[in-house]
Protein backbone atom coordinates (compact mmCIF):
# COMPACT_ATOMS: atom_id res chain seq x y z
CA UNK A 1 0.00 0.00 0.00
CA UNK A 2 1.04 3.50 -0.67
CA UNK A 3 0.19 7.00 1.29
CA UNK A 4 -1.77 9.19 -0.92
CA UNK A 5 -3.39 12.89 -0.95
CA UNK A 6 -6.54 13.39 -2.89
CA UNK A 7 -8.19 16.85 -2.71
CA UNK A 8 -6.49 16.84 0.51
CA UNK A 9 -7.74 13.36 2.24
CA UNK A 10 -5.21 11.45 3.09
CA UNK A 11 -5.95 7.82 1.72
CA UNK A 12 -4.16 4.42 1.10
CA UNK A 13 -4.29 2.67 -2.25
CA UNK A 14 -2.98 -0.12 -3.41
CA UNK A 15 0.79 -0.59 -5.60
CA UNK A 16 0.45 -0.51 -9.45
CA UNK A 17 -3.13 1.59 -9.40
CA UNK A 18 -3.99 4.03 -11.51
CA UNK A 19 -5.08 7.83 -9.66
CA UNK A 20 -8.69 7.33 -11.22
CA UNK A 21 -9.03 3.92 -9.71
CA UNK A 22 -7.94 5.32 -5.85
CA UNK A 23 -9.99 7.90 -6.30
CA UNK A 24 -12.99 5.96 -7.42
CA UNK A 25 -12.27 3.65 -5.01
CA UNK A 26 -12.66 6.66 -1.92
CA UNK A 27 -15.75 8.26 -3.32
CA UNK A 28 -13.68 11.29 -5.49
CA UNK A 29 -15.44 11.52 -8.39
CA UNK A 30 -13.41 12.27 -11.91
CA UNK A 31 -15.33 12.51 -15.04
CA UNK A 32 -14.35 10.34 -17.94
CA UNK A 33 -14.99 9.28 -21.10
CA UNK A 34 -12.78 6.31 -22.25
CA UNK A 35 -12.42 4.06 -18.99
CA UNK A 36 -13.70 0.74 -18.44
CA UNK A 37 -12.59 -1.75 -15.74
CA UNK A 38 -12.57 -4.19 -18.45
CA UNK A 39 -9.67 -2.73 -20.53
CA UNK A 40 -6.05 -1.14 -20.43
CA UNK A 41 -6.32 2.39 -19.06
CA UNK A 42 -5.83 4.50 -23.03
CA UNK A 43 -6.41 8.06 -21.76
CA UNK A 44 -8.09 9.08 -25.32
CA UNK A 45 -10.68 11.95 -23.89
CA UNK A 46 -8.37 13.68 -21.66
CA UNK A 47 -11.52 14.40 -19.32
CA UNK A 48 -9.86 12.43 -16.58
CA UNK A 49 -7.29 15.44 -16.12
CA UNK A 50 -5.69 15.90 -12.88
CA UNK A 51 -3.04 18.35 -10.89
CA UNK A 52 -0.07 15.86 -9.57
CA UNK A 53 2.45 16.96 -7.40
CA UNK A 54 4.73 14.84 -7.16
CA UNK A 55 8.40 15.96 -5.24
CA UNK A 56 9.04 19.43 -6.40
CA UNK A 57 6.87 19.00 -9.74
CA UNK A 58 3.26 19.73 -10.50
CA UNK A 59 1.99 18.76 -13.66
CA UNK A 60 -1.38 18.24 -15.84
CA UNK A 61 -1.59 14.41 -15.84
CA UNK A 62 -4.39 12.10 -16.86
CA UNK A 63 -5.53 9.94 -14.08
CA UNK A 64 -6.28 6.91 -15.83
CA UNK A 65 -3.01 6.36 -16.51
CA UNK A 66 -1.25 7.96 -13.90
CA UNK A 67 0.00 5.42 -11.49
CA UNK A 68 0.02 6.18 -7.20
CA UNK A 69 3.13 6.54 -5.51
CA UNK A 70 4.35 7.59 -1.95
CA UNK A 71 3.83 10.95 -1.27
CA UNK A 72 1.74 11.64 -4.30
CA UNK A 73 -0.32 14.58 -4.33
CA UNK A 74 -3.73 15.00 -6.54
CA UNK A 75 -5.98 17.79 -6.96
CA UNK A 76 -9.08 17.04 -8.88
CA UNK A 77 -11.04 20.48 -9.38
CA UNK A 78 -8.20 23.44 -9.65
CA UNK A 79 -8.81 26.20 -11.97
CA UNK A 80 -6.05 25.06 -14.23
CA UNK A 81 -8.06 21.24 -14.41
CA UNK A 82 -11.50 22.88 -14.72
CA UNK A 83 -9.64 25.06 -17.34
CA UNK A 84 -8.60 21.96 -19.83
CA UNK A 85 -11.79 19.65 -18.80
CA UNK A 86 -13.73 22.76 -20.37
CA UNK A 87 -11.23 23.16 -23.51
CA UNK A 88 -11.43 19.28 -23.93
CA UNK A 89 -15.33 19.60 -23.80
CA UNK A 90 -15.50 22.20 -26.44
CA UNK A 91 -13.80 19.86 -29.08
CA UNK A 92 -16.28 17.09 -28.16
CA UNK A 93 -19.20 19.19 -28.25
CA UNK A 94 -17.74 20.42 -31.97
CA UNK A 95 -17.51 16.89 -33.19
CA UNK A 96 -20.56 15.52 -31.10
CA UNK A 97 -22.87 17.98 -31.00
CA UNK A 98 -26.13 16.03 -30.62
CA UNK A 99 -24.56 13.37 -28.41
CA UNK A 100 -26.23 13.26 -24.63
CA UNK A 101 -23.37 12.36 -22.50
CA UNK A 102 -21.26 14.97 -24.42
CA UNK A 103 -23.93 17.71 -23.70
CA UNK A 104 -24.61 16.95 -20.28
CA UNK A 105 -21.14 16.95 -19.13
CA UNK A 106 -20.72 20.21 -21.21
CA UNK A 107 -23.61 21.66 -19.67
CA UNK A 108 -22.42 20.97 -16.24
CA UNK A 109 -18.70 22.49 -16.77
CA UNK A 110 -21.15 25.49 -17.48
CA UNK A 111 -20.33 25.45 -21.64
CA UNK A 112 -23.82 26.07 -23.46
CA UNK A 113 -22.76 26.20 -26.90
CA UNK A 114 -19.63 25.69 -29.48
CA UNK A 115 -16.99 28.51 -29.23
CA UNK A 116 -17.52 30.44 -32.51
CA UNK A 117 -13.66 29.44 -33.67
CA UNK A 118 -14.51 25.96 -33.80
CA UNK A 119 -15.97 24.43 -37.09
CA UNK A 120 -19.30 22.11 -35.88
CA UNK A 121 -19.46 18.50 -36.98
CA UNK A 122 -22.15 16.17 -36.52
CA UNK A 123 -19.91 13.19 -35.59
CA UNK A 124 -21.28 10.62 -33.18
CA UNK A 125 -17.70 8.75 -32.38
CA UNK A 126 -15.74 10.51 -29.63
CA UNK A 127 -12.91 8.50 -30.59
CA UNK A 128 -12.29 6.82 -26.89
CA UNK A 129 -11.66 3.24 -28.39
CA UNK A 130 -13.42 1.35 -25.99
CA UNK A 131 -15.08 -0.57 -28.36
CA UNK A 132 -11.85 -1.17 -30.28
CA UNK A 133 -10.15 -2.29 -26.79
CA UNK A 134 -12.83 -4.61 -25.85
CA UNK A 135 -12.81 -6.64 -29.01
CA UNK A 136 -9.56 -6.50 -28.87
CA UNK A 137 -8.51 -7.47 -25.27
CA UNK A 138 -11.77 -8.93 -23.85
CA UNK A 139 -13.40 -10.85 -26.47
CA UNK A 140 -10.07 -11.50 -28.49
CA UNK A 141 -11.83 -11.03 -31.82
CA UNK A 142 -9.89 -8.50 -33.04
CA UNK A 143 -12.68 -7.71 -35.79
CA UNK A 144 -12.13 -3.56 -35.37
CA UNK A 145 -9.63 -1.14 -35.59
CA UNK A 146 -8.95 2.20 -36.10
CA UNK A 147 -8.02 3.92 -39.33
CA UNK A 148 -6.91 6.96 -40.62
CA UNK A 149 -5.18 9.64 -38.83
CA UNK A 150 -5.71 13.39 -37.87
CA UNK A 151 -9.22 14.40 -39.04
CA UNK A 152 -9.95 11.41 -40.82
CA UNK A 153 -9.34 8.76 -37.99
CA UNK A 154 -12.09 6.34 -37.47
CA UNK A 155 -13.06 3.05 -36.19
CA UNK A 156 -13.59 0.62 -38.96
CA UNK A 157 -14.06 -2.74 -40.43
CA UNK A 158 -10.90 -4.09 -42.21
CA UNK A 159 -10.77 -2.30 -45.44
CA UNK A 160 -14.55 -0.76 -44.96
CA UNK A 161 -16.17 -4.25 -45.68
CA UNK A 162 -17.56 -6.54 -43.42
CA UNK A 163 -16.03 -7.60 -40.04
CA UNK A 164 -15.42 -11.24 -40.79
CA UNK A 165 -14.08 -12.01 -37.52
CA UNK A 166 -16.56 -10.41 -35.38
CA UNK A 167 -18.65 -12.87 -33.57
CA UNK A 168 -22.02 -10.74 -32.62
CA UNK A 169 -21.43 -10.61 -29.04
CA UNK A 170 -22.56 -7.24 -28.71
CA UNK A 171 -19.82 -5.85 -26.54
CA UNK A 172 -18.47 -3.22 -28.38
CA UNK A 173 -22.47 -1.53 -28.09
CA UNK A 174 -22.44 -2.38 -24.83
CA UNK A 175 -18.77 -0.23 -23.99
CA UNK A 176 -19.90 2.89 -26.18
CA UNK A 177 -20.11 5.82 -24.42
CA UNK A 178 -21.94 7.88 -27.05
CA UNK A 179 -24.55 4.93 -28.01
CA UNK A 180 -23.25 4.45 -31.98
CA UNK A 181 -22.99 1.18 -32.19
CA UNK A 182 -26.32 -0.29 -32.78
CA UNK A 183 -27.15 -4.24 -32.69
CA UNK A 184 -30.49 -5.34 -33.51
CA UNK A 185 -31.97 -8.72 -32.88
CA UNK A 186 -34.47 -9.78 -35.58
CA UNK A 187 -37.06 -13.01 -35.70
CA UNK A 188 -37.64 -13.28 -39.45
CA UNK A 189 -34.48 -12.48 -41.40
CA UNK A 190 -34.41 -13.43 -44.90
CA UNK A 191 -32.14 -13.57 -47.66
CA UNK A 192 -33.92 -12.14 -50.79
CA UNK A 193 -31.75 -12.89 -54.11
CA UNK A 194 -33.33 -12.85 -58.05
CA UNK A 195 -33.96 -16.73 -57.40
CA UNK A 196 -35.86 -16.31 -54.95
CA UNK A 197 -37.11 -15.61 -50.90
CA UNK A 198 -35.07 -17.66 -48.44
CA UNK A 199 -36.22 -17.86 -44.98
CA UNK A 200 -33.12 -17.26 -42.39
CA UNK A 201 -35.32 -16.88 -39.18
CA UNK A 202 -33.62 -15.26 -36.17
CA UNK A 203 -30.49 -13.18 -37.07
CA UNK A 204 -28.45 -10.87 -35.43
CA UNK A 205 -27.31 -7.87 -36.94
CA UNK A 206 -24.46 -4.97 -36.61
CA UNK A 207 -24.57 -2.14 -38.85
CA UNK A 208 -21.76 -0.45 -38.25
CA UNK A 209 -19.45 -3.50 -39.17
CA UNK A 210 -21.78 -4.79 -42.12
CA UNK A 211 -22.19 -7.91 -39.90
CA UNK A 212 -25.27 -10.38 -40.12
CA UNK A 213 -24.90 -13.24 -37.48
CA UNK A 214 -27.67 -16.11 -37.80
CA UNK A 215 -28.86 -17.35 -34.13
CA UNK A 216 -28.89 -20.89 -32.45
CA UNK A 217 -31.90 -21.95 -30.92
CA UNK A 218 -31.72 -23.98 -27.81
CA UNK A 219 -32.48 -27.51 -28.03
CA UNK A 220 -34.88 -27.39 -25.12
CA UNK A 221 -36.71 -23.93 -25.76
CA UNK A 222 -36.91 -23.76 -28.94
CA UNK A 223 -35.74 -19.79 -27.92
CA UNK A 224 -32.70 -18.07 -29.71
CA UNK A 225 -29.75 -17.45 -27.40
CA UNK A 226 -26.41 -16.42 -29.55
CA UNK A 227 -25.53 -16.09 -32.84
CA UNK A 228 -23.89 -19.67 -34.32
CA UNK A 229 -20.55 -18.32 -35.34
CA UNK A 230 -19.94 -16.88 -31.88
CA UNK A 231 -20.45 -20.49 -30.42
CA UNK A 232 -18.51 -22.11 -32.69
CA UNK A 233 -15.57 -19.62 -32.13
CA UNK A 234 -15.64 -20.81 -28.37
CA UNK A 235 -15.88 -24.57 -29.26
CA UNK A 236 -12.88 -24.38 -31.02
CA UNK A 237 -11.44 -22.45 -27.94
CA UNK A 238 -12.73 -24.18 -24.24
CA UNK A 239 -12.05 -27.61 -23.62
CA UNK A 240 -16.10 -28.72 -23.11
CA UNK A 241 -18.22 -31.15 -25.22
CA UNK A 242 -20.24 -29.90 -28.12
CA UNK A 243 -23.36 -30.47 -26.05
CA UNK A 244 -23.01 -28.00 -24.20
CA UNK A 245 -23.23 -25.07 -26.76
CA UNK A 246 -26.75 -26.61 -27.80
CA UNK A 247 -28.83 -25.45 -24.79
CA UNK A 248 -29.06 -21.81 -23.39
CA UNK A 249 -27.80 -20.91 -19.70
CA UNK A 250 -31.61 -20.91 -18.27
CA UNK A 251 -32.22 -24.34 -19.63
CA UNK A 252 -28.97 -26.30 -18.57
CA UNK A 253 -29.23 -28.50 -15.99
CA UNK A 254 -26.60 -28.70 -12.96
CA UNK A 255 -25.51 -32.03 -11.80
CA UNK A 256 -25.24 -33.21 -8.15
CA UNK A 257 -23.70 -35.50 -6.04
CA UNK A 258 -25.03 -38.39 -4.13
CA UNK A 259 -22.40 -39.02 -1.76
CA UNK A 260 -24.10 -42.33 -0.29
CA UNK A 261 -22.81 -43.32 -3.61
CA UNK A 262 -19.45 -41.15 -4.36
CA UNK A 263 -16.10 -43.21 -3.41
CA UNK A 264 -14.49 -40.23 -3.91
CA UNK A 265 -12.17 -41.76 -6.55
CA UNK A 266 -11.98 -38.17 -7.79
CA UNK A 267 -12.54 -39.37 -11.75
CA UNK A 268 -14.87 -36.54 -11.96
CA UNK A 269 -12.36 -34.23 -10.82
CA UNK A 270 -9.61 -35.15 -13.64
CA UNK A 271 -12.24 -34.71 -16.09
CA UNK A 272 -14.32 -31.45 -15.49
CA UNK A 273 -13.46 -29.37 -18.01
CA UNK A 274 -13.98 -26.17 -16.42
CA UNK A 275 -12.40 -27.14 -12.66
CA UNK A 276 -14.99 -26.63 -11.10
CA UNK A 277 -14.97 -30.55 -8.86
CA UNK A 278 -13.18 -31.17 -5.98
CA UNK A 279 -12.70 -33.82 -2.88
CA UNK A 280 -13.57 -32.98 0.23
CA UNK A 281 -12.43 -34.97 3.43
CA UNK A 282 -16.52 -35.67 5.33
CA UNK A 283 -16.60 -37.09 8.76
CA UNK A 284 -15.13 -40.45 9.66
CA UNK A 285 -12.39 -38.80 7.16
CA UNK A 286 -14.25 -40.16 4.09
CA UNK A 287 -13.46 -38.25 1.23
CA UNK A 288 -16.60 -37.24 -1.29
CA UNK A 289 -16.72 -35.14 -4.46
CA UNK A 290 -17.92 -31.56 -4.17
CA UNK A 291 -19.55 -29.44 -7.13
CA UNK A 292 -18.62 -25.90 -7.10
CA UNK A 293 -21.65 -24.43 -7.93
CA UNK A 294 -19.85 -20.96 -8.80
CA UNK A 295 -17.89 -22.54 -11.20
CA UNK A 296 -19.98 -25.14 -12.87
CA UNK A 297 -20.99 -24.82 -16.60
CA UNK A 298 -23.47 -27.63 -16.43
CA UNK A 299 -22.09 -29.63 -19.60
CA UNK A 300 -22.93 -32.80 -17.50
CA UNK A 301 -19.19 -34.26 -18.26
CA UNK A 302 -19.12 -35.68 -14.66
CA UNK A 303 -21.60 -37.78 -15.13
CA UNK A 304 -20.42 -39.61 -17.94
CA UNK A 305 -17.33 -40.19 -16.40
CA UNK A 306 -18.33 -41.33 -12.81
CA UNK A 307 -17.82 -44.96 -12.09
CA UNK A 308 -20.77 -44.78 -9.75
CA UNK A 309 -23.26 -43.18 -11.49
CA UNK A 310 -23.20 -40.74 -7.81
CA UNK A 311 -23.48 -37.27 -10.46
CA UNK A 312 -26.87 -37.08 -11.55
CA UNK A 313 -28.92 -33.74 -13.04
CA UNK A 314 -31.51 -33.76 -10.60
Given amino acids: MVNVVIDGKKIKAQEKQTILEAAREHKIEIPTLCSSDAVKPYGACRLCVVEVTAGNATTIETSCTYPVAEGLKVSTGTPKVIEARKLVLQLLLARCPNVKIVKELAKEYGIEKVDACLRLENEYCILCGLCVRACDEVVQAKAI???????????????HGTAEDCIGCGSCAFVCPTGIIKTRDVDSAAEVTPEGT??????????????????KLCKKSGNPYAPEFMLNQFKDKMNLPPQFFDVSPSYREYPEVDEELCIGCGACVDECPVGAIQLEVREKKEVRSHILPTHCCGCQTCTIYCVRAAIKVA
Fill in 198 to 215: TPIGWERIIENWNRELKF
Fill in 145 to 159: SFSGSGKDKKVDSPF
